[in-house]
């Protein structure tokens, strides 16, 4: 191929690629991003699958003495991956009218969303120790302790040992989708998406798939009945 040859081919936008027999007009990219989640899918209905056998197979599932998890607050946190996923909406929808500064703005709200979601991931599992001093009272304790504080420990029990390993992978997903949209964010400030809203679809596609698998694991993990 031919450096000229070559050079056209990154030059195509994504209205402009060709049809595919089998995959229509979609980008590379968009595919093997389709292909990493379907992975990733099966990866986490393992996981399900696993704690629903364990679930089942229990007499008792939370063993005596354990804590409860806090239904109330990690519905809060649902709402803030389900906000984050509204506002990666409206970054692709941005991206589209080719207006960047708006589609800045609403990754970095995207953003926001799931750093809001990991930090209060870290305070069900460990508290916020000093901020729980800093403030005091009954909030201040509230903040200060976590899971881990209350007893409940990796490989105490099924119980344990399937909720930290099943949220932590997912809290995973998370931060590694923030580090994604961060990098996305900057290449779209500085003008170097030169694929035009292609991009931005992408790391979408990976955004909305977390944000789906959450609504599962808190379905099962929290909302099931003990």
Same mark, same amino acid.
Request: glycine share 10%; hydrophobic share 45%.
């Given at each position: 191929?031919?450096?000229?040859?070559?050079?056209?081919?990154?030059?195509?936008?994504?209205?402009?690629?060709?049809?595919?027999?089998?995959?229509?007009?979609?980008?590379?990219?968009?595919?093997?991003?389709?292909?990493?989640?379907?992975?990733?899918?099966?990866?986490? /209905?393992?996981?399900?699958?696993?704690?629903?056998?364990?679930?089942?197979?229990?007499?008792?599932?939370?063993?005596?003495?354990?804590?409860?998890?806090?239904?109330?607050?990690?519905?809060?946190?649902?709402?803030?991956?389900?906000?984050?996923?509204?506002?990666?909406?409206?970054?692709? /929808?941005?991206?589209?009218?080719?207006?960047?500064?708006?589609?800045?703005?609403?990754?970095?709200?995207?953003?926001?969303?799931?750093?809001?979601?990991?930090?209060?991931?870290?305070?069900?599992?460990?508290?916020?120790?000093?901020?729980?001093?800093?403030?005091?009272?009954?909030?201040?304790?509230?903040?200060?302790?976590?899971?881990?504080?209350?007893?409940?420990?990796?490989?105490?029990?099924?119980?344990?040992?399937?909720?930290?390993?099943?949220?932590?992978?997912?809290?995973?997903?998370?931060?590694?989708?923030?580090?994604?949209?961060?990098?996305?964010?900057?290449?779209?400030?500085?003008?170097?998406?030169?694929?035009?809203?292609?991009?931005?679809?992408?790391?979408?596609?990976?955004?909305?798939?977390?944000?789906?698998?959450?609504?599962?694991?808190?379905?099962?993990?929290?909302?099931?009945?003990?």
């Amino acid at each position: 191929m031919s450096a000229h040859s070559e050079h056209a081919h990154h030059d195509i936008l994504p209205d402009q690629w060709p049809v595919d027999d089998h995959y229509g007009k979609v980008t590379t990219g968009k595919i093997g991003m389709w292909i990493f989640l379907l992975s990733d899918a099966l990866t986490f /209905a393992g996981f399900l699958l696993a704690y629903a056998i364990l679930r089942g197979g229990s007499e008792k599932w939370r063993p005596e003495g354990s804590p409860s998890l806090g239904i109330n607050f990690t519905a809060i946190l649902t709402f803030l991956l389900i906000c984050s996923s509204v506002t990666m909406v409206l970054a692709f /929808a941005a991206a589209v009218e080719k207006d960047r500064k708006k589609t800045t703005k609403f990754l970095a709200l995207t953003i926001l969303g799931g750093v809001l979601f990991l930090c209060g991931q870290w305070k069900e599992y460990f508290g916020f120790e000093w901020l729980g001093h800093l403030i005091g009272g009954s909030a201040g304790h509230w903040l200060s302790e976590g899971l881990t504080d209350e007893g409940l420990k990796f490989g105490q029990s099924h119980y344990a040992t399937t909720f930290y390993l099943i949220t932590s992978f997912h809290g995973a997903h998370v931060f590694s989708g923030c580090v994604y949209l961060f990098v996305t964010l900057l290449r779209n400030h500085f003008g170097k998406l030169k694929d035009n809203y292609n991009e931005i679809e992408i790391v979408g596609l990976f955004w909305h798939f977390v944000d789906l698998i959450w609504i599962l694991v808190f379905t099962f993990i929290y909302l099931i009945p003990e």
